[in-house]
Structures are given as C-alpha cells and as structure tokens.
Nanobody
C-alpha cells in the first residue's frame, strides 16, 4: 500500500518562502517519477515540477523557474518543493504524485499512479 502525505503548507505574506514535503511510504522503488501539482478551486490542476527517479532530472512549469526548486532525498522517499518569492497567485492546494511510467507535467489522472491528499498554501498581499 503506497501513501503520499504532503506537509509544509500554510499562510505566508507575498515575498515569503515555504518548503513543502511529500513523504512516500510503501513500495516506493516502483516510482518512475514524482511531481508537484497545484489547483485553485474552479480551475484545472496544474503541473508545477517533477523529478525523475534514478537520473534525478527535473522539469518545471516555465512560469515558475527561478522561484521554485524541486528535490528529493537520496532514498527517493521524500519529495520537496522549495518555494521562494511567493506571490498571491501561488495560492492553491499543492499535491504530490508518483508515476510508474510517465514523467511530465500533465495532470491527467491516468498518468499518475498515486496522489497525496494535498496541502493548502495561501499567500497574502
């Protein structure tokens, strides 16, 4: 049984920083890729960044490069998202996901095998 549990969300003022964590448990060696997504009520879930297991390559949403950094621990069980210079537009529920064969930023549910429950990030101006 695989579980993904996000933490680290909260409220912060614009310009501040937050570090999200996603702790994976269970059969994590089957992961091909882990990623962060975010969603605002009424909008589509948006890919933020991913990291491919093994090689460790990363991909970011173009608009977030330079402010957000995705990383994982050596064991590959914890995914992080360091978010700097936060803007009110970054307010959303942030989710982590893990896949068996896909590594991109599409949020199509069929591409990701596991999802976390999400953590709220609120950025005030």
């Amino acid at each position: 049984q695989v579980q993904l549990v996000e933490s680290g969300g909260g409220s912060v003022q614009a310009g501040g920083s937050l570090r999200l964590s996603c702790q994976a448990s269970g059969v994590t060696h089957s992961f091909y890729c882990m990623a962060w997504f975010r969603q605002v009520p009424g909008k589509e879930r948006e890919g933020v960044a991913n990291v491919k297991h093994g090689v460790g390559t990363t991909v970011y949403h173009d608009s977030l490069k330079g402010r957000f950094t995705v990383s994982r621990d050596n064991a590959g069980n914890t995914l992080y998202l360091q978010m700097n210079s936060l803007e009110p537009e970054d307010s959303a529920i942030y989710y982590c996901a893990a896949s068996g064969t896909y590594c991109g930023l599409s949020s199509a549910r069929s591409l990701w095998k596991y999802w976390g429950q999400g953590t709220q990030v609120t950025v005030s101006s």
